[in-house]
């Protein structure tokens, strides 16, 4: 059974960076994909980006071009890049893991990431 903790959230002023890490304990081998959500006061949850096991990622349109989704060589880390922040940005994250079977996704406590400005 695999764990997720996330880490990296903070206040940064707008135009910023944050690097969101999100470590998976445990085994790797059932994840087909990680990926991290956000979701901001009175506001649904929306995927912002994925990463697969075999490496292919996704980002949302909404952040396409200032964040950045990556897994490290030993596939134990997923990495979210927030670069050119905006205040619209300002979210709780939560990183995300899916067997690709069917179950119920692997949910983190989630980081606040806060953009001033």
């Known amino acids: 059974q695999v764990q997720l903790v996330e880490s990296g959230g903070g206040l940064v002023q707008a135009g910023g960076s944050l690097r969101l890490s999100c470590a998976a304990s445990?085994?790797?081998?059932?994840?087909?994909?990680m990926g991290w959500y956000r979701q901001a006061p009175g506001k649904q949850r929306e995927l912002v980006a994925s990463v697969t096991s075999s490496a292919h990622t996704y980002v949302a349109d909404s952040v396409k071009g200032r964040f950045t989704i990556a897994r490290d060589g030993a596939k134990n880390l997923v990495y979210l890049q927030l670069s050119r922040l905006k205040p619209e940005d300002t979210a709780v994250y939560y990183c995300a893991a899916d067997d690709g079977l069917g179950n119920d996704p692997l949910w983190g406590q989630g980081t606040q990431v806060t953009v001033s400005s």
């Open positions: 445990g085994s790797m081998y059932s994840i087909n994909t």
